[in-house]
């Protein structure tokens, strides 16, 4: 019998037409779109299925993300696939909360919302910024920038692949130092902003005041969490630990392995694209991954799994 992972992606895996197809086929993906339209006042369907700029500015793209995801991952549940833990890189971990039994659905998208607006707004545009340092090893990426204040490692994503963050000339000087030292690349990433880097320690003291408007509900199962990788099973950790989140690394790599350790064997990433497959492909060859990012995914994933 499999040990089923549900992990869900973060800002970056959106792309229009997201969940449409679910949308069309599925009465509970309509129900749960149409009611954080209503919630939010804003027109998922536009935002989401229709090319727009709005859908890569973090203030809306968070909220769209979330409810996308949670339409898939409501469509699968209905299809009797359960699984034993759940896991979310960066905005993926509200609906791995969700997911778990930890917060409502609504509740997590009406957060993000929330949450999105705090973190487009926490630095001035223009100055922060964030880049993937690929080829290099997650010690010798600190060690690279150790000396330069500013700068900091936002993703530990899986092997040759670490992100950084800071201010924005500092992480142009981090880039030079990493290539000299001898990353193969390091890509700048388009981005609003430098997420999970302690300058957005404001917005994540802003966002408590959202999440304490928020009730939470007993986990069903455990999830992982990016603050630490470790496990989370007392859903009174968590308004904690998000706030944190904001302006912490991300310890994905680290998230995986310990799911491998506590015997998931497979994995299944709800949502559009298939960032987290890739980089669970770096981490281990001996687990099984699925991806469900259309409605002929579902029904596939449905069949073998259930």
Not at 54 to 82: G, I, W
Not at 183 to 196: C, I, Y
Not at 241 to 249: D, R
Not at 284 to 291: D, M
């Amino acid at each position: 019998m499999s040990k089923i992972a549900f992990m869900f992606p973060g800002q970056g895996a959106q792309v229009a037409g997201m969940g449409k197809d679910f949308y069309e086929h599925s009465q509970t993906a309509r129900d749960i779109m149409d009611e954080a339209s209503e919630n939010l006042k804003l027109n998922m369907k536009k935002l989401c299925f229709e090319e727009n700029e709005k859908l890569h500015q973090t203030e809306y793209t968070q909220a769209a993300m979330v409810t996308v995801c949670m339409a898939m991952e409501q469509v699968l549940r209905e299809r009797d696939l359960k699984p034993e833990v759940t896991a979310g890189l960066s905005l993926g971990e509200y609906c791995a909360i969700a997911s778990a039994g930890g917060m409502k659905i609504q509740d997590a998208i009406w957060a993000v919302r929330k949450r999105g607006i705090l973190m487009e707004h926490a630095v001035p545009g223009g100055k922060g910024a964030m880049a993937a340092v690929l080829g290099m090893k997650a010690e010798e990426v600190d060690a690279g920038i150790a000396g330069i204040e500013g700068v900091s490692v936002a993703n530990y994503n899986c092997p040759g692949q670490i992100v950084i963050t800071g201010w924005k000339e500092q992480v142009e000087q981090a880039a030079a130092v990493l290539k000299e030292a001898g990353a193969r690349r390091v890509l700048p990433l388009k981005v609003s902003g430098p997420f999970h880097s302690p300058m957005l320690k404001e917005a994540g003291n802003s966002l408590r005041k959202v999440l304490d408007e928020i009730t939470f509900s007993e986990l069903q199962i455990p999830y992982v969490t990016n603050v630490t990788g470790n496990y989370v099973t007392d859903i009174r950790e968590t308004e904690d630990l998000l706030v944190q989140q904001i302006a912490a690394p991300v310890y994905w790599q680290q998230s995986v392995e310990n799911m491998i350790k506590n015997g998931v064997d497979t994995f299944v990433e709800i949502g559009p694209g298939r960032t987290l497959s890739g980089f669970l492909k770096k981490i281990s060859r001996e687990v099984t991954c699925y991806q469900v990012g259309i409605w002929e995914e579902a029904e596939k994933v449905g069949n073998a799994l259930c």
